[in-house]
């Protein structure tokens, strides 16, 4: 158990490291530009998002629209796990 531990962690030195994080933050770009354009074409103001909120404060629970994306996700999932077998 332990060689086998140490033969994964072998390839992994900063370099590698350092893909990675280039790799996540890509990922978190991407991910922020769909939240801007999505927000633009009016997916997060659906019916069935909630916002409460007083004189100083603001509670943004968007139900409709992540119900939504997790449908759409999991389509596209299915879909690529289909076409890849």
Known sequence: ??????????????????KWLIVIGA????IGLLMV??????LFRLP??????????RVYV???SSII??????LILWLIHYFWR
């Open 1 to 18: 158990m332990e060689n086998r531990k140490s033969q994964i962690l072998m390839g992994f030195g900063p370099q590698q490291f350092g």
């Open 27 to 30: 990922v978190i770009i991407v």
């Open 37 to 42: 354009l999505l927000g633009r074409i009016g």
């Open 48 to 57: 069935g998002d909630f916002e409460f909120g007083g004189r100083n404060w």
């Open 62 to 64: 968007p139900l409709a």
């Open 69 to 74: 994306l997790s449908i759409l996700l999991t």
